[in-house]
C-alpha cells in the first residue's frame, strides 16, 4: 500500500492513499486534540464541537441543508472524538470528491455555533450521557479509566458532564477553537480511487485559509499507584460488567508488536486463553476479551467481561489466575499460540483495511500522534519478528500485581471481597 505525503504552504500535512480500482474514497481531517486538553470548565467541549460542525455553517446556514446536501451525492458523514484528537470524514464515490472536499472543510473551518443551536444540543448531549451510564458495556470504559488515571485528566469522560455541558457557551467554542484549530495542529487524510496531485489542489483550495499556531499542550501523565485498586459503581442489573487491567506502554514504543502478540494469546479471539478458559469451559461469561489502549505518554492492557453478578469471584479468580500464569512461565506460551496469534492479528488488519476510512485511520493516528508513518507491510514484518523472549518480557513488566486495576458496574455496594480478590489476602 504506497502513500503520499505532501505540505502545504500553511504547514498542513497531507497524505494521500491511492487505490486506483477503488469507485470510493473517504476525505478526513484530524485534530490532534481531545479531552484531555480540556479545563474541567469545558470538560466536553472537543466531543460537543464534533456535534455542532453539522448545525450550518456560512455557506449552508441550517443542519437540513447539511444533511440534504450529504444525501443529494450519497455520501455518508461522521465525527469521532476521543481523549487524545478528534476526527470528521466524508465517505463518497470518488467522482464526488471536490464536493466531499468543500462540504467537509466548510463544516470544520466555518460553523456558525449559534447560540439556539448550541442550546438545543445541549439536551440532545445529556441524553447521551445518560444512554451510556444506562449501558453498561460501554460505560465500563469510563468507570475503569477514572480508576487507572485517578486524580488525572485522562480519567475524565469525554463526554464532559451534564453541568460543563449545560454551562457551555458560544464563547467557549471560539476560544477552543481558535486554540486548536490550525494549521499545524491539523492533518488531512484521503485514501480510494483518487491520486496525490488532485487532493493537494483540493486541500490548497479549501483549507490553505488554516493560520499557523502553537497550540496548547495537556498535563503529561505520572503513574503514582502502589497498591492494587477497585471502584465499584452500583447498578442493579441482570449482568455485572468489569474491566481489569494494568497500566502498561505509551503510544509507539518498539515492543508494541510483542504486547498485540500478548493480548491475543490472552484474550483476543474465540481460541485465546480466557475465551477458552472463562466462556467454553466454564460458562461464566458471553463476552470476554484483552485488549489495549494507548496514549502520548501512557497506555493500559486490560480484560472485560460481562458475567452473572453470583459468578463474579470466580470468573475474576480464573481471569487473574491466567494473567499471572502466563506472565510467570507457570502456564507456557506454545509457538503454536505464538504463531496462530500473529495470523490473527496480520488477518485482521488485512481485513479491515479494505475500507477507506480505516486506511485513513491507520496513516492519520500515525502521523498525528507519532509524526512518523510505517505501512501495513511493516507491521507485518514486525510482528512476525516478534519472539517469545520479548512476549514474555512484556507479560512480566505489566502484569504486577501491585499495579493491578479493577472497575465493576454491577449490584455491590460493598467493595471488600474484590480487594480480597485482587491481593489474594
Not at 442550546?119 to 444506562?134: A, F, H, P, S, T
Not at 490550525?182 to 489542489?201: E, F, M, P, R
Not at 501495513?376 to 516478534?386: C, R
Request: glycine letters at 8%; one cysteine or more; a neutral charge.
Amino acid at each position: 500500500m504506497i502513500f503520499e505525503k505532501a505540505h502545504l504552504e500553511n504547514g498542513l500535512r497531507v497524505i494521500t492513499t491511492p487505490l486506483p480500482n477503488m469507485e470510493s474514497a473517504t476525505v478526513t481531517i484530524w485534530v490532534n486534540t481531545g479531552s484531555r486538553y480540556e479545563s474541567p470548565k469545558v470538560a466536553g467541549i472537543s466531543h460537543f464541537l464534533e456535534h455542532m460542525v453539522a448545525k450550518g455553517t456560512t455557506k449552508r446556514p441550517t443542519a437540513k441543508i447539511i444533511a440534504e446536501t450529504i444525501d443529494a451525492f450519497g455520501g455518508e458523514f461522521n465525527a469521532g472524538t476521543t481523549k487524545d484528537w478528534t476526527n470528521f470524514y466524508i465517505k463518497t464515490r470518488k467522482a464526488k470528491l471536490s464536493l466531499a472536499f468543500d462540504l467537509i472543510s466548510d463544516m470544520v473551518l466555518d460553523p456558525l455555533l449559534k447560540d439556539e443551536d448550541i442550546e438545543r444540543e445541549k439536551g440532545v448531549i445529556v441524553e447521551e450521557i445518560g444512554m451510556y451510564e444506562d449501558t453498561p458495556m460501554m460505560h465500563i470504559d469510563d468507570v475503569f479509566e477514572r480508576l487507572i488515571f485517578k486524580g488525572h485528566n485522562l480519567g475524565c469522560d469525554i463526554i464532559g458532564t451534564r453541568k460543563s455541558v449545560k454551562d457551555m457557551t458560544r464563547n467557549d467554542f471560539l476560544r477552543y477553537r481558535k486554540a486548536y484549530y490550525c494549521s499545524d495542529n491539523i492533518l488531512v487524510t484521503v485514501s480510494g480511487g483518487v491520486d496525490a496531485k488532485t487532493v493537494n489542489k483540493l486541500a490548497q483550495k479549501h483549507l490553505s485559509s488554516l493560520p499557523k499556531l502553537h497550540p496548547s499542550v495537556y498535563k503529561k501523565f505520572v503513574p503514582t499507584q502502589k497498591k492494587p485498586r477497585v471502584l465499584l459503581e452500583d447498578k442493579k442489573a441482570e449482568q455485572a460488567h468489569f474491566m481489569l487491567g494494568f497500566l502498561g506502554r505509551k503510544r509507539g514504543e518498539k515492543d508494541r508488536f510483542a504486547e498485540a502478540v500478548l493480548t491475543t494469546i490472552l484474550g483476543g479471539g474465540m481460541s485465546s486463553r480466557l475465551f477458552s478458559e472463562v466462556r467454553e469451559k466454564r460458562g461464566l461469561a458471553y463476552s470476554i476479551r484483552t485488549s489495549s489502549d494507548h496514549y502520548d505518554d501512557t497506555g493500559y492492557v486490560e480484560t472485560y467481561a460481562g458475567v452473572d453478578p453470583k459468578r463474579i469471584d470466580e470468573a475474576l479468580k480464573v481471569i487473574l489466575d491466567q494473567t499471572y500464569g502466563l506472565s510467570s512461565g507457570e502456564y507456557k506460551i506454545t509457538s503454536t499460540e505464538i504463531n496462530k496469534a500473529k495470523e490473527y492479528l496480520k488477518g485482521h488488519i488485512a481485513l479491515s483495511l479494505e475500507d477507506t476510512k480505516v486506511i485513513n485511520h491507520f496513516f492519520g493516528i500515525r502521523e498525528l500522534k507519532l509524526g512518523k508513518l510505517e505501512t501495513p507491510q511493516d507491521v507485518y514484518e514486525g510482528i512476525d519478528k516478534v519472539s517469545y523472549d520479548e512476549i514474555l518480557a512484556v507479560a512480566q513488566s505489566i502484569f504486577n500485581p501491585e499495579k493491578l486495576n479493577l472497575a465493576i458496574i454491577g449490584p455491590y455496594k460493598d467493595d471488600s471481597k474484590f480487594k480480597k480478590i485482587i491481593t489474594g489476602k
